[in-house]
């Protein structure tokens, strides 16, 4: 293993925030959503085991409780980290298996343009969630 | 952590990527497009963990999320503490234990029904 004796950012000005090209983009925003979404896997395990801290009626009054903009709002933002984390994902495992390595950069707009197409889709669920209206589910309903 | 335990961690973490991909979509499609109840109530979830299927899901997501969850925040973490190998992993390997043995008896509360 390396230890990092020097700054790599110094020694390297590419990798510098505003230098940042489309494939650093795609790695550091795969890290930061990668990590967020850890943060929230660990809290829902908690919200759901509250029956294991005070049975069904803990478990209802904890879903009541997080019936809330707030709430909604940060699932939003978690759907939002999630399809660009898994479309990314899969962008990755096609480099793994080699394919499309030299378009990295292609489908990196490839990535943003379907998690924006699903995003459509799915705020249909949250709309549903937020104002707690019933609009149909699917847009072609 | 030896190359050998190093690249099994990696072939894991695609692994688990490939199952999450389904699971996942899974999980989000039942919760939110397939029309149940309004609210998500004990008994609700109760009701349907009846189902075999359900059940699996749910395990699975628990174990596999935990794993690659945990494992990314390892190579993420590596990649700036290049030192903390083991005692970080083994912090980790607890952490996931703990969290896995908690949310799966919350999981036998809801498929036992009470």
Redo the contacts between chains.
């Keep these: 293993?390396?230890?990092?004796k020097h700054s790599p950012v110094r020694a390297n000005p590419d990798l510098l925030p505003r230098h940042y090209r489309q494939g650093m983009w795609a790695w550091i925003l795969h890290?930061l959503t990668?990590?967020g979404?850890?943060l929230f896997?660990?809290m829902h395990?908690w919200e759901?085991?509250?029956?294991?801290r005070g049975?069904?009626?803990a478990?209802?009054e904890t879903?009541?409780a997080l019936?809330n903009p707030l709430a909604a709002f940060g699932e939003l933002v978690l759907f939002i980290a999630?399809l660009y984390h898994?479309i990314n994902?899969?962008r990755l495992?096609l480099f793994?298996l080699g394919i499309g390595v030299r378009r990295q950069r292609a489908l990196f707009w490839g990535v943003l343009v379907v998690s924006g197409a699903l995003l459509a889709l799915?705020l249909s669920?949250f709309l549903r969630l937020i104002f707690g209206t019933a609009p149909a589910?699917?847009p072609w309903r | 952590m030896s190359t050998r335990e190093g690249s099994w961690a990696w072939i894991l973490q695609r692994l688990t990527a490939v199952l999450l991909l389904a699971l996942l979509g899974a999980h989000f499609f039942v919760l939110h497009f397939v029309p149940s109840e309004t609210y998500i109530t004990f008994s609700g979830v109760a009701a349907r963990l009846q189902g075999v299927l359900f059940w699996v899901i749910d395990f699975g997501l628990l174990v596999i999320s935990l794993y690659h969850g945990l494992n990314g925040v390892r190579a993420v973490a590596l990649d700036y503490w290049p030192r903390v190998d083991r005692s970080l992993s083994l912090a980790l390997i607890i952490i996931g234990l703990i969290a896995t043995l908690y949310g799966g008896r919350a999981l036998t509360v809801f498929i036992r029904g009470m």
């Design positions: 293993m390396y230890p990092l890290r990668g990590l979404i850890v896997l660990l395990i759901i085991s509250s029956v294991n049975g069904g009626a478990f209802n879903m009541n019936r999630v898994g994902g899969i495992i793994d799915g669920a589910l699917v």
